[in-house]
């Protein structure tokens, strides 16, 4: 029966069992049954399994079932992000703000898409509603900290220096905030400072091969060559 498959799903689905969960719900469906919660969640746990074609088709029918749903929205411009479809996950993120204007996550989905398609300006204002929104929190961390990628695509980088600083304060161990900060104060000349960054990122996380790279390049700029020697040597021992 699809009612005992739809049941079985939800709990599976609510104990993160994601692969059994999505075919207890392609079962149910195969019996003819679809509602908007199976697809949404369906979509869900396709999008944590890093099925993400597949995710964005759930949404679709979820969407078909109740176009005034902003999660689903959002969800569906998250899954779009991921498969570089950009300009979707925009649309589909102001679908969902349409609706629901006060969800600071979804202020940061469009500002990603909107980063992408290389409109950074329009990125940074949506990054900055989303920290009017919720400043503190991972919500909160993540907008200050793509906040300031966005700024640092515009040149402005002591804007983005603050901005990772603002990450950094919601949470000092955030490695791709002080790698980020690092990049910044580089492009500043500040290399100094930019490898006591670089060297915080591989305290926090020791195999975080971007940091390795760039403290190479840091290094490099100061013409510290035996240190940029071992940290590029590092940094491709870990996959760069």
Known sequence: MPED?????????????????????EKAEGAGARSFAQCFKKGIALRKLGRYDEAAAALEKALLLDPKNADA??????????LDRNAEAAASSEKA????????????????????????????????????????????????????????????HEDAIESYEE??????FDIYAWNNKGVALGVLAR????????????????????????????????????EAEEAFIRAKELGL
């Open 167 to 172: 990450a950094l304060l919601i949470d000092p």
């Open 73 to 82: 929205w959002r969800a569906h411009a998250l899954a779009c992000s991921q």
């Open 191 to 226: 290399h100094e400072e930019a490898i006591s960054c670089f060297l915080k990122a591989i305290e926090i996380e020791p195999e975080y091969a971007t940091a390795w790279k760039n403290l190479g390049l840091a290094y490099q700029s100061l013409h510290r060559d035996r």
């Open 5 to 25: 498959e739809n049941a079985k799903a939800e709990i599976l689905y609510a104990q993160g069992n994601y692969e059994e969960a999505v075919l207890a719900w």
């Open 97 to 156: 703000l349409a609706l629901d204007p006060y969800n600071a996550r979804t202020w940061i989905v469009r500002g990603f898409a909107l980063h992408q398609l290389g409109q950074y300006e329009k990125a940074v204002e949506s990054y900055a509603r989303a920290i009017e929104l919720n400043p503190i929190g991972a919500d909160g961390r993540r907008a200050w900290n793509n906040r300031g990628a966005a700024l640092d695509n515009l040149h402005r």
